[in-house]
């Protein structure tokens, strides 16, 4: 079992920055494979950025591709999307997820999902 609480969201201006954070409970973390995904409202959920169990693999949307860095930290059990450039249309709920088969960007992979975190760009 692991439970996910994401942090870091916020308000920014167009252009700014922002760095999530997603810290897991349990001493299994770094078995996991990590994803963050976002809800604009209005939308279905997407993919937006995975990461292997050890960090040596990462996915990216097209849409942030360049702009937004998945890591983490297995000693600290944490993952953090850190968002540079930020536009008007990253503005969502954004959810950190956890799953034992790998990076995906498939939502189905995922077992275990955080509340979320609301990131409003403004422009």
């Known amino acids: 079992q692991v439970q996910l609480v994401e942090s870091g969201g916020g308000l920014v201006q167009a252009g700014g920055s922002l760095r999530l954070s997603c810290a897991a409970s349990?001493?299994?973390?770094?078995?996991?494979?990590m994803g963050w995904f976002r809800q604009a409202p209005g939308k279905e959920r997407s993919f937006v950025a995975a990461?292997?169990?050890?960090?040596?693999?990462?996915y990216y949307a097209d849409s942030v591709k360049g702009r937004f860095t998945i890591s983490r930290d297995n000693a600290k059990n944490t993952v953090y999307l850190q968002m540079n450039s930020l536009k008007p249309e990253d503005t969502a709920v954004y959810y950190c997820?956890?799953?034992?088969?790998?990076?995906?960007?498939?939502?189905?992979?995922?077992?275990?999902w955080g509340q979320g975190t609301q990131v409003t760009v403004s422009s």
């Open positions: 349990g001493r299994t973390f770094s078995r996991y494979a």
């Open positions: 997820a956890a799953n034992l088969e790998g990076p995906s960007q498939a939502m189905a992979v995922y077992d275990y």
């Open positions: 990461i292997s169990w050890a960090g040596g693999t990462t």
